[in-house]
């Protein structure tokens, strides 16, 4: 026989069934020898006889009967199956190391009686133990001469029968990690059938108010499993169903498992479904109420009904009575709701495994077995005949509330559910709105709920076609209470920040000798001569005739030059008011000590009679030693301060599973070596790991994933995951905060060659095939992400950026397209990207709004006002209003100015002294219809003026910034008046001329009125606006 046996999974199973069994607890201290016997039944789905085969052997064996004795197993079966149990029959002598009995084949005889075969193991179970009693599972009872026979001889010898179906059932129960796995994925193939077939389903129903029967509802839940598409990637035909989808509404409910779907049509109020999917013979279970319109007591008892449950989850842990956890959550339910306690179901659920209900181990008030970790349950609990007072008809008069899921049984925490399909009140609640009220409730009610998941552009997007005026006045009422909200969180902010103060880090000190043995004991230091000590990073000079040591740090420069016969070795020391560079400062120790500043050497360059060498060689050679230890130095130093504040991440675990959700042919950015290559990302248990073929290796963990964006390829040229990370990663021996990957699709070049025709064969072939592998990446990333979200519960969900509300803008050198996802405002396709939290966000201001310019500037301050701000310049005015009405809808406050304001004064005004900002209005002074703006302006100038002198190398950096941040005004017209020009056609040379010189005059005209307006300025109002750079 071809198929093979797990004999691991035998050997292991074996050992525990008879570990139990010597134990000799309950039932199996009154058997002797165990039988069990296998008929042919197509109907029995579930027997404890072939569920023990099936863990045993991983198949069903019908026709063959087991017999477990003291020191031996007979098994008595059809020659193939003889052939297919050699597999784990040991010859005799040679018994198992695991101390596990030898086994026995018989081959059964067809058409005869085997009588020789049935003496065998009759004499083998009298030689077991005592041999007067036999354990069976007194519930199979599998038709047939060839069962009935054998069942006679057990009775014909007088053999006692004791059921061992429970104990059986609870050596069972606990489950290897392999099988665990099975049913995670039962339970998991379950959710999705729910999830993208049935609810659909049922909401198309509703949708379109369909009269479709209960039974036939089943049957095309049935039906979905034989499509791949709903089965989370699983073979069809390793699936089953546990039992037949069991759909309920319209008053008749009955919480059971053996009751079938009725032919009534469904009701649109409580929709009860029960469905349980079986996965390579491991079984999950799964049920949930689905609800049209529910009045607000059916909420409320819903609610409720989620809260016991949780309850129930606390309850099941290992060691804990099965009793015990029912008797606790009854209590509950009569503590908090006693009028429900008679309405909920009389047991909470049942073990599963191999079998669907293992009715020795049900969860109800008598059963005293203890539940132990690894068990699977499946739970189970609901009120029954809830009365509805809000109904007319008769079938809304009574509902009924059911949910259940598959759950796992831990050590010490709180049952497992493996089925997360969401079950919360706005899950499972389908809510139905009337014409009337559409039109006046769709702003407020909806809204919250749309934008809350990640559907800010639906709402958005429905709101441009109304009234333009009306809209802008519900902006600016709701723009009035987040100012006062901004400034009072603001404030409430600062008052906790208050004291902490921030400690400069004092630059680090280094010694070169501890103690004075250390130092190095060479001949050139006797000699007085400069010796470079490369171990402890010391150059040892001779300083009045005593040779001092200098640690590398200490040294800022050197020199050398020839004049003459003599040669001069100059050497620069760090001391306080020296530069360290920009970002280090002037931090020393102890800065008032004496420092030596520079020291000079002079050394012949002629050869003295009887000198072995030229004198100034030692000078020569200081100086090039120097600079290698130098630049060791300073490359160590570059790499540790990469690697200061990084916070140390968890190691990630390696799932071994093969079936890994993997995404294969990626690249990476940044790259991790000069060029960049391809990989493969796998999704693990608590992270990712990208590989490339080179070997390198880099690990993101789930933790550490601040957002997680999927750019699909419409519009694009590449297809991208972006993580955005909490904490930095090093990897190429930088550190990074942002990481993608992504793959490329289509040919980004043009062929310019060849003669553009409409029409042509080649090139419609072309297109065709990019549309393709459009689609077909678009595919495999989307399953990637959907196995991910499952693998991690979806605890990582990945964000798609809204194209719709994208605009264009320049938060670096160039344009790009930034779109807002449901929590961020981001830009992953071109590099560097451009991320921005908006839970981070205080406000956002518009700058250089003005009617004559084409476009503004976006400034976005965050609530860490030592954070510096973001800005995004040269954004079309067209997109000034859809970026308002998005902001508004997030809730982020904004307001607008006609000048480009200082903002690093103004951070640094606001952070120096913020009790007096927020006195002075705090945020108002950039809304242009506070009252008394002028004086808070003229009063906020003063403050900067007094409290704010800046350094000129800090002038020097803010110039440097606008100089990277955004062109100067002229520039972005000149730009977008080229633009409308290229798109315009048609026109003659006189008029394209005659069009120049009016754009020539105008620029001219431009920039005459900004000089005017500079020299007539008397006091810019506060904050100062920032001198720009203008690029040639």
Known sequence: MAVNLDKEAYYRRIKRLYGN???????????????????????????KSTALQTWLFGYELTDTIMVFCDTKIIFLASKKKVEFLKQVAITKGNENANGVPPITLLTREKNESNKANFDKMIEAIRGSKEGKTVGVFSKDKFPGEYMKSWNDTITAEGLEKVDISAVVAYTMAVKEDGELALMKKAAAVTSEVYSKFFKERVMEIVDADEKVRHSKLAESVEKAIEEKKYLGGADPSTVEMCYPPIIQSGGNYSLKFSVVSDKNHMHFGAITCA???????????????????????????????????????????????????????????????????????????????????????????????????????????????????????????????????TVQ??????????????????????????????????????????????????ALLADRTRNEMTAEEKRRAHQKELANQVNEDAKRRLTEQKG??????????????????????????????????????????????????????????ISMSVEGDYTYLRINFYVPGSSLGRHEGNIFPNPDATFVKEITYRASNLKAPGDPSVPSTNLQNAFRIIKEVQKRYKTREAEEKEKEGIVKQDSLVINLNRSNPKLKDLYIRPNIAQKRMQGSLEAHTNGF????????????????????????????????????????????????????????????????????????????YAEQMEREMRHKLKSAFKNFIEKVETLTKEELEFEVP???????????????????????????????????????????????????????????????????????????????????????????????????????????????????????????????????????????????????????????????????????????????????????????????????????????????????????????????????????
Request: charged residues 35%; hydrophobic residues 35%; glycine residues 6%.
């Open 21 to 47: 069994w010597k134990k000799a607890e309950d039932e199996f201290g009154k058997v002797d020898a165990i039988v069990v016997s296998v008929g042919v039944d197509e109907e029995i789905v579930y027997a």
């Open 689 to 764: 790991r990208f590989t490339s073929v080179r070997g390198d290796k880099v690990d993101i963990l789930y933790n550490n994933i601040k957002h997680s964006i999927f750019q699909p390829c419409d519009g694009e040229m590449i297809i991208v995951l972006h993580f955005h990370l909490k904490n930095a990663i090093m990897f190429g021996k930088k550190r990074h905060t942002d990481v993608q990957f992504y793959t490329e699709v289509g040919e980004i070049t043009t062929d310019l060659g060849k003669h553009q025709h409409m029409h042509d064969r080649d090139d419609l």
């Open 802 to 1032: 809204f194209r719709d509300l994208g605009f264009q803008g320049a938060p670096y050198r160039s344009t790009c397209l930034l779109q807002p996802t449901s929590s961020s405002l981001v830009n992953v396709t071109e590099w560097p990207p451009f991320v921005v939290t908006l839970d981070e966000v205080e406000l956002v201001h518009f700058e250089r709004v003005q009617f004559h310019l084409k476009n503004f500037d976006v400034v976005i301050v965050y609530k860490d006002y030592n954070k510096k701000v973001t800005m995004i310049n040269a954004v079309p005015v067209n997109s000034l209003d859809p970026i308002k009405e998005w902001l508004n809808s997030c809730d982020i406050k904004y307001t607008e100015g006609v000048q480009s304001l200082n903002w690093t004064k103004i951070m640094k005004t606001i952070v120096d002294d913020p009790e007096g900002f927020f006195e002075q209005g705090g945020w108002s002074f950039l809304d242009p219809e506070s009252e008394g703006e002028g004086a808070e302006e003229d009063s906020e100038s003063e403050m900067e003026d007094e409290t704010f002198n800046p350094s000129a190398e800090e002038d020097e950096e803010e110039e440097e910034d606008s100089d990277e941040d955004y062109d100067s005004e002229t520039e972005d017209s000149d730009y977008s008046a080229s633009l409308g020009s290229e798109e315009e056609s048609g026109k003659d040379w006189d008029e394209l001329e005659e069009e120049a010189r009016k754009a020539d005059r105008e620029s001219h005209y431009e920039d005459a009125e900004e000089t005017t307006n500079r020299k007539r300025k008397v006091r810019p109002p506060a904050p100062t606006p920032s001198k720009k750079k203008r690029r040639h």
């Open 409 to 458: 049984i831990n050590e010490e925490e709180a049952a497992t559910i493996l089925t997360p399909v969401k079950k919360k009140i706005k899950n499972v609640g389908i809510f139905l709105k009337n014409d009337d009220e559409e039109d006046e409730e769709e702003d407020a009610d909806d809204a919250e709920e749309l934008l809350g998941k990640g559907a800010r552009g639906a």
């Open 500 to 557: 902490e103060q921030q400690i400069q880090k004092a630059r680090k000190s280094n010694v070169s000798y501890k103690n004075m043995s250390q130092m190095p004991r060479e001949k050139d230091i006797r000699d007085m001569k400069i010796f470079i000590d490369k171990k402890y990073e010391t150059v040892v000079m001779p300083v009045f005739g005593i040779a001092t040591p200098f640690h590398i740090a200490t040294i800022k420069n």
């Open 275 to 405: 469905m349980g999917i079986r996965y390579k013979s491991y079984c999950s279970n799964l049920v949930r109420t689905l609800m049209v319109d529910p009045p607000q007591e059916m909420q409320d008892n819903y609610n409720f009904l989620l809260q016991v449950e949780e309850e129930l989850l606390k309850q099941l842990k290992h060691g804990v009575k099965i009793c015990d956890a029912y008797t606790a959550v009854l209590e509950y339910v009569k503590k908090e709701k006693s009028d429900l306690a008679a309405k909920l179901t009389k047991n909470l659920g049942f073990a599963m495994g191999i079998e669907f209900r293992e009715g020795s181990l049900v969860l109800n008030g008598k059963n005293q077995y203890k539940l132990k970790k690894g068990m699977v349950l499946s739970i189970s609990l609901g009120f029954a005949d809830l009365v509805n007072k809000e109904g007319k008809k008769e079938e809304q008069k009574k509902y009924a509330l059911f949910i259940g899921d």
